[in-house]
């Protein structure tokens, strides 16, 4: 699962750890100096370092000096003996992940082991995302610079809207509120033949039957109590170009019938006109309603889903790409803090963990304003978790943690905050273990570690 770099001088310690870290699944590569261990670093490129504090010749600061600077997103952790913690603690000012004192409690190192590895991804996935985000600011030509996001299934999102742009027919895009529906929409009509033709949106979904049909027919003066003037529908302004007709499962049944006359006969009819308008207007449509069901019910005309619904798109909701949110985050850092906070640069390792462990209902919108809230709130040059919204922060009254009291120790104390969370993770997962580790931002095989350590059945 991952390699891990053992740097000790005391045989016993060394191998020690080494069997704890490969009953792990992780694979060690060990080291009897310091020196030796930071020329192993070269060869192997670990994931995590355990390396002891005083040792002949380089000592464990200078291991973590040195491999810091070949590669500072791998964590670093320094074994201490008796008389060496406030050291430790000074190489933990200098980088250092954590310490561990001697005697060794194996327990202690498995959790240290894993909680590293999370750092360690998460740094590397903040890594990418910044060079991603910068890349993608450097191609100003980038024909996808609205979909952001660097998995499979946004590759295929990619792919579709290439094939459908080249077309003239209409398409439907489909997706849960707050996926990008218009951004796709706005990509296939820049990649289309009719991109210097004009892009007209209509929000189907915030207007009155009454107001629609004006609004996408326009009318002639006087045809209703307050048409004061002619008035050009949005099939009229999108002539020669891309109509976008947004929350289009919206449309009341009657307005139904005069939108399918428009697409079939290509042509429309203003209120209060006396003749037809012919346009040429290619229409693409979008709601996060499940048109299908809606057609089943009788709420939706099944000959208007198959006009609208010859070329579709599927957007998959932010928690099917969670691999995509460190590359997001770093997105909408460049976007909106030159406006907003130009001292932010970047997403502390602490705060991406809480965004990456939330589950994102309302996707990629939410996201966009939670690190605009963020960025209103950092100081500094990153945003630290004290400038995350209050619902990444637990906020809510049934996420709250309760702090324990008496004469606990800390590792004590968050112990037992780590219990009660995921006591809540696995409740709201109804006890599905791969739901459960989602929600926790962990792998399947780490919780079922914890579950086992902290006796919950």
């Given at each position: 699962?991952?390699?891990?770099?053992?740097?000790?001088?005391?045989?016993?310690?060394?191998?020690?750890?080494?069997?704890?870290?490969?009953?792990?699944?992780?694979?060690?590569?060990?080291?009897?100096?310091?020196?030796?261990?930071?020329?192993?670093?070269?060869?192997?490129?670990?994931?995590?370092?355990?390396?002891?504090?005083?040792?002949?010749?380089?000592?464990?600061?200078?291991?973590?000096?040195?491999?810091?600077?070949?590669?500072?997103?791998?964590?670093?952790?320094?074994?201490?003996?008796?008389?060496?913690?406030?050291?430790?603690?000074?190489?933990?000012?200098?980088?250092?992940?954590?310490?561990?004192?001697?005697?060794?409690?194996?327990?202690?190192?498995?959790?240290?082991?894993?909680?590293?590895?999370?750092?360690?991804?998460?740094?590397?996935?903040?890594?990418?995302?910044?060079?991603?985000?910068?890349?993608?600011?450097?191609?100003?030509?980038?024909?996808?610079?609205?979909?952001?996001?660097?998995?499979?299934?946004?590759?295929?999102?990619?792919?579709?809207?290439?094939?459908?742009?080249?077309?003239?027919?209409?398409?439907?895009?489909?997706?849960?509120?707050?996926?990008?529906?218009?951004?796709?929409?706005?990509?296939?009509?820049?990649?289309?033949?009719?991109?210097?033709?004009?892009?007209?949106?209509?929000?189907?979904?915030?207007?009155?039957?009454?107001?629609?049909?004006?609004?996408?027919?326009?009318?002639?003066?006087?045809?209703?109590?307050?048409?004061?003037?002619?008035?050009?529908?949005?099939?009229?302004?999108?002539?020669?170009?891309?109509?976008?007709?947004?929350?289009?499962?919206?449309?009341?049944?009657?307005?139904?019938?005069?939108?399918?006359?428009?697409?079939?006969?290509?042509?429309?009819?203003?209120?209060?006109?006396?003749?037809?308008?012919?346009?040429?207007?290619?229409?693409?449509?979008?709601?996060?309603?499940?048109?299908?069901?809606?057609?089943?019910?009788?709420?939706f005309r099944q000959d208007l889903f198959f006009r609208?619904?010859?070329?579709?798109?599927?957007l998959p909701p932010l928690r099917e790409r969670r691999?995509?949110?460190?590359?997001?985050?770093?997105?909408?850092?460049?976007?909106?803090?030159?406006?907003?906070?130009?001292?932010?640069?970047?997403?502390?390792?602490?705060?991406?963990?809480?965004?990456?462990?939330?589950?994102?209902?309302?996707?990629?919108?939410?996201?966009?304003?939670?690190?605009?809230?963020?960025?209103?709130?950092?100081?500094?040059?990153?945003?630290?978790?004290?400038?995350?919204?209050?619902?990444?922060?637990?906020?809510?009254?049934?996420?709250?943690?309760?702090?324990?009291?008496?004469?606990?120790?800390?590792?004590?104390?968050?112990?037992?905050?780590?219990?009660?969370?995921?006591?809540?993770?696995?409740a709201k997962a109804n006890k599905v273990k791969t739901?459960?580790?989602?929600?926790?931002?962990?792998?399947?095989?780490?919780?079922?570690?914890?579950?086992?350590?902290?006796?919950?059945?």
């Amino acid at each position: 699962m991952a390699t891990i770099l053992i740097i000790d001088d005391n045989d016993t310690i060394r191998e020690g750890l080494a069997h704890t870290v490969k009953k792990q699944g992780h694979t060690p590569v060990l080291a009897s100096s310091g020196a030796a261990g930071i020329e192993a670093f070269k060869k192997h490129r670990a994931d995590f370092v355990i390396t002891d504090l005083k040792m002949d010749g380089a000592t464990g600061v200078d291991v973590l000096r040195a491999i810091s600077a070949q590669d500072p997103d791998v964590p670093i952790m320094i074994i201490t003996g008796f008389g060496t913690v406030e050291t430790a603690v000074e190489a933990m000012k200098l980088g250092a992940f954590d310490f561990i004192t001697k005697p060794i409690q194996v327990e202690v190192v498995r959790l240290k082991v894993e909680r590293a590895l999370e750092l360690h991804a998460t740094r590397r996935n903040a890594r990418k995302a910044e060079g991603r985000a910068e890349a993608l600011s450097q191609d100003v030509d980038s024909k996808f610079a609205e979909l952001v996001g660097g998995g499979d299934k946004m590759a295929v999102v990619r792919r579709t809207v290439e094939k459908v742009a080249a077309s003239d027919t209409t398409v439907f895009i489909a997706g849960e509120s707050g996926t990008g529906k218009e951004l796709v929409a706005r990509a296939i009509h820049r990649l289309s033949k009719r991109a210097n033709g004009p892009f007209i949106k209509v929000n189907c979904g915030a207007l009155t039957e009454t107001l629609l049909e004006s609004e996408l027919f326009g009318h002639e003066k006087g045809s209703f109590t307050g048409a004061i003037k002619q008035k050009l529908g949005r099939f009229e302004l999108a002539d020669g170009g891309t109509l976008f007709l947004d929350e289009v499962g919206d449309v009341p049944p009657s307005m139904q019938v005069k939108l399918l006359r428009a697409l079939q006969e290509g042509e429309i009819d203003r209120v209060g006109g006396e003749s037809p308008i012919k346009v040429d207007v290619r229409v693409l449509s979008a709601t996060n309603k499940d048109l299908e069901a809606e057609v089943a019910a009788s709420r939706f005309r099944q000959d208007l889903f198959f006009r609208l619904h010859v070329l579709p798109v599927k957007l998959p909701p932010l928690r099917e790409r969670r691999e995509d949110i460190p590359l997001l985050v770093t997105h909408f850092i460049h976007k909106l803090g030159p406006k907003t906070n130009p001292k932010v640069r970047a997403v502390s390792d602490a705060a991406l963990g809480r965004i990456m462990a939330y589950h994102w209902p309302g996707n990629v919108r939410e996201l966009e304003n939670a690190i605009e809230q963020a960025l209103v709130f950092a100081e500094g040059d990153e945003i630290q978790p004290a400038a995350l919204p209050q619902f990444l922060q637990g906020g809510a009254e049934d996420d709250r943690l309760d702090v324990p009291r008496g004469e606990m120790s800390l590792p004590e104390i968050l112990d037992d905050l780590e219990r009660q969370l995921i006591l809540k993770a696995y409740a709201k997962a109804n006890k599905v273990k791969t739901e459960t580790a989602r929600l926790l931002g962990i792998k399947t095989s780490a919780l079922y570690y914890k579950l086992e350590k902290y006796g919950i059945e």
